[in-house]
């Protein structure tokens, strides 16, 4: 302990006439916060550089890429994490039909193409980072979306209904959809020439409904896929 | 040496003041709204702008950027300008600074019930209002430093530092964090992806807590604390000590929000640790500011303002002893995305941050409009509903999470999950969530009476304020 006080001794005689100075100070505070900031950025940087890619995993097509600017747009992760942890009981409650197997909780290379992340901070409901592994139909995320309190939904949920995200002239638009993939494109996601153009024929008449239901269907699917092939 | 007084810029001041009342009764009301819609979702009446994905965001930018960030600033100007003996460097810049920042909490405010959202938390505005951003805080920047280094006092009295730590690190959070490819002119994405993308946003996130909501108000609390019982602090040495340790600490421990994750193991053990030593010096900070509150402690039943600051000391122990408990692994696997992490930021934002505001404002605004306080009372009612209600709310989150994290992983005898269904779950929290937002509406219902009470005794401006003794032995 008393190594301990005279450390706190000698840092304090020191420190004392640091507020007499301003530029001292303001450098000297700069690198107290630059130290810990640079540790934590840079080298994860180049870790997560080579996360291992999963070869299954595939962008987001221009379909489901607009029900992920839908699910942003709504703040769906005010309440859904997309974060399975290393838990037994987080993998068996989202990923109820073992399609990925016992280590069914999120790898690293699950999220190369997300810009940005979103794993969210609160689980006020379900996590949804395999929900197509849940394999319920289109059909039941349209009506559940409608209004999650009826129909096949649950009657005592605390969702908000978003019934306008299904009104017919609530639809996407594809040329903006198409600048979203370029940019994407900017920052590494690998869209070809192909995908802008198939983006036309996938969001003909589609609502931002339609979209964000098929981003449920894909969450989750590439991974699994990857378990198939395994075996 | 002059002895004469310098004519110090109160016009800012009193803007930020106005700034921070609107936006935190905004911030509140929404909080409030958005409560209840969890647990009556009926309230979000089926329209896109107030449904609750939409309001969150709003309800976290207008409390952190709108309310605190209004407070720091009105303190910033006010102290700065006191501590240094010196008007600020240039008004002009301090006019453009409270116009542009307030505009872009008004874009921020349009925007967000739109659905115009980087949806990075605390990070979601679009990037022409980041830019907008970084404008005003250049000017602000420029004309604080500029004032520092011009000023005639020697010393650089603790309070200083503390802003002028949160000043620079500030945008080198919000700039790194919000670097972003703009697909439009309302929509962008975030160039890093993924792990990294998590690792850059929570160095971000966990650090708006500390240089937004922790080291500005310490710097409040060394300046207003003093100055309103007219004692000095307990101790410079450790003022000195907490100081270098807090900031120096603190900007590690951003991974504790991801344990468990894919994130490399060494960097979350980092975090964890971090967060555990990050305990010593926020309870240095807490000592110093309780020690120093002992010596009125005779005066803290006459006087509101008084018990809103040894509240707001008492929940920063509080919040900052919760933050490392549940930056360990193991607690952390309980609390993690429940409902105690809501719980445990309102403790430190409602207690500490809110009530440490609120005594700020209730020792600036009769000074600065030359005018007692309209009503005593009525401060003391507010201190003591905002109290009942902070209390209602950790409560009732700290249960509602508790038994939420244990649910989930709650398995029979043959490994087979006993709450397989979610609603089970979010059915048992109904009350609980209810509680939180009666808690809520009480914590309301003081700042409407703060409001209030600042209007009646602003429209008896110039009439003269007389100040209160509170030095023990002085009668009050």
Redesign the interface.
Known sequence: MLGFNKLLDWFSNIADHWDTKGVKFTVYATIAVLIGGLFELIPPFFLTKTVTPISTVKPYNALELAGRDVYQKEGCMSCHTQMVRPFKWEVDRFDPTKKLGRDGYSKGGEFVYDHPFLWGSKRTGPDLAHESLMLRSDEWHKNHLLNPRTLGGVPNSIMPAYPWLFDADNVVDADEIISHMKALAKVGVPYTEADYLKANELLKGKTEGDALVAYLQKLGRDSAELQNTVK | MTTEKPQYDDFIVKGFIISALIWGLASMLIGVIIAF?????QL?F?L?WI????L??LHTNAAIFGFALSVIFATAYHTVQRLCRIRMWNDKLSIAHLALYNLSIVLAAITLPL???????YAELEWPIDLLIVVWYVIFLVNY?AT??K?KE?????A??FY??SF??VP?LFI?NNIV????FL???????????????W?YGHNAVAFVLTTPFLGLMYYYLPKHIKQPIYSH?LS??HF?SL??????A??H?LL?????DW?QT?GMV?SIMLWMPSWGGMLNGFLTLTQAKDKIKVDATLKMMLAAVTFYGMSTFEGPLLSIRAVS?LG???DW??GHVHSGTLGWVGFMSAAALYYLVPRMWNANLYSERLANIHFWLGTLGILLYIISMWVSGITEGTM????GEN???IY?D??EI??YL?PYRLFRAIGGTLYLTGIILMVYNFIKTIQSKDSGFVEQDLRIGVRA
Do not use: C
């Open positions: 819609q969890l647990v009556y979702p979000n089926e896109p449904s609750f994905g939409r969150r965001p659905g115009l959202s980087q949806s990075k938390e430093m520092i280094f000023r020697e010393q650089m009295y603790v200083i530092w002028l730590a620079i690190t080198l790194v490819i703009p697909a439009s929509k962008s994405y975030s160039v890093y992806a993924g792990l990294f993308d998590a690792n850059i946003q160095w040495r000195i000590i270098w900031i120096f600490i603190y900007i590690w951003g991974p929000h468990y994750t894919p994130l490399p960097l980092a971090f696997a993690h995305d429940t992490i809501i989930w992983r709650t398995v490994g087979e999950l397989k979610w609603i979010v059915e109904k």
